[in-house]
């Protein structure tokens, strides 16, 4: 994707506005469409959009798709097959709040994962923004109540969130590696089908015995947005803005989705501003600004 030129920050930021509405939509149509049902299908979209200009690209860089082949498989296994499932199965049973919440904790493990693999060493500035734009998560989730915090209850799902987010994280850390001259779309297709080929014989073998999706308008809006927003646009995004400033100053943009899920509720939910929201925000919008300029050191 040459003519891709955007700003890696806005990049990473429509990243995680369109994965704030993943969160909400997978929480939504929990009890239509099962987990696997709804990662295959959220797959099928996307890669039905990647084909047509993504099979071109896979030609021309064949050799060294197939030259990192391991990169694509792990990528695949982890970024696309394991996370979302590992989502979706968490959000049948535990909260959007508590998801977003876990989800937070992966800035962290990415930061300490480039430290162990490639010996990065993180700035105290970028330490600090960490912090403080944790805190506006906290804040936001939490409504900035100290007893809602002390208050959340933990289940299963948020096992299956934690492990979630340690794919996630591993999935962020080893895309650095990728060759400067493999370009995304080649990269992402070929992620796609790599996770397709994982995927489908795992969804035909759950049809005998489980219940089957109905098609309902919201069930197809619902899968169509996670299809394009959330997966096409959205990675290409991430992967883009993880290439330009790496994958520690990258994650703390993880931070926004619970920022931008209260925003879509305000927006579609009718929910008013509060002052959390305002407080929240300027903790997080403050933390990004001190990442930007915390930059991390190669070892």
């Known amino acids: 994707m040459q003519g891709f030129r955007f700003p890696p ?16 939509v997978g929480r939504a149509l929990r009890d239509a469409v099962p987990a696997i049902d709804m990662n295959f299908w959220r797959w099928t979209i996307a890669l039905a959009i990647l084909l047509p ?6 030609r021309r860089d064949w050799a060294l798709i197939l030259s990192q082949w391991r990169l694509v498989v792990f990528l695949a296994l982890t970024g696309i097959v394991g996370f979302h499932v590992f989502v979706y ?3 049948q049973t535990t909260t959007a709040v508590n998801a ?5 904790v992966s800035p962290v493990m990415i930061l300490v994962g480039s430290w162990l693999r490639y010996g990065d060493r993180i700035s105290r500035v970028q330490v600090l923004a960490m912090g403080i734009s944790l805190v506006g998560v906290v804040v936001l989730v939490t409504h900035g109540e100290l007893e809602r915090l002390l208050g959340l209850e933990f289940n299963i799902g948020d096992l299956w969130m934690l492990l979630a987010v340690g794919l996630w994280s591993a999935y962020s850390v080893v895309l650095k590696t990728k060759p400067a001259e493999l370009n995304q779309t080649p990269l992402i297709t070929g992620t796609v089908i790599v996770a397709m080929l994982v995927m489908t014989p795992v969804y035909l073998a759950t049809l005998p015995g489980g219940e089957p999706v109905a098609f309902t308008g919201p069930v197809v809006a619902g899968l169509l947005y996670i299809g394009v927003f959330a997966s096409v646009i959205a990675y290409f995004c991430w992967n883009y803005g993880v290439a330009r400033l790496g994958p520690s100053r990258a994650g703390v943009f993880l931070h926004l989705n619970p920022l931008f899920g209260a925003v879509l509720s305000i927006i579609f939910l009718g929910e008013g501003i509060e002052p959390y ?8 919008a403050t933390g990004l600004a001190l990442s930007s300029r915390g930059a991390v050191k190669p070892g």
Do not use: E, Q
Not at 277 to 284: E, F, N, P, R, V
């Open 53 to 58: 200009f993504g099979a071109m690209a896979l």
């Open 277 to 284: 929201h305002l407080a929240g925000a300027a903790l997080i």
């Open 89 to 91: 199965t968490a959000l």
């Open 100 to 104: 977003l919440l876990f989800l937070s």
């Open 9 to 24: 920050t806005l990049a990473l930021s429509l990243a995680s506005l369109f994965w704030a509405g993943n969160f909400i």
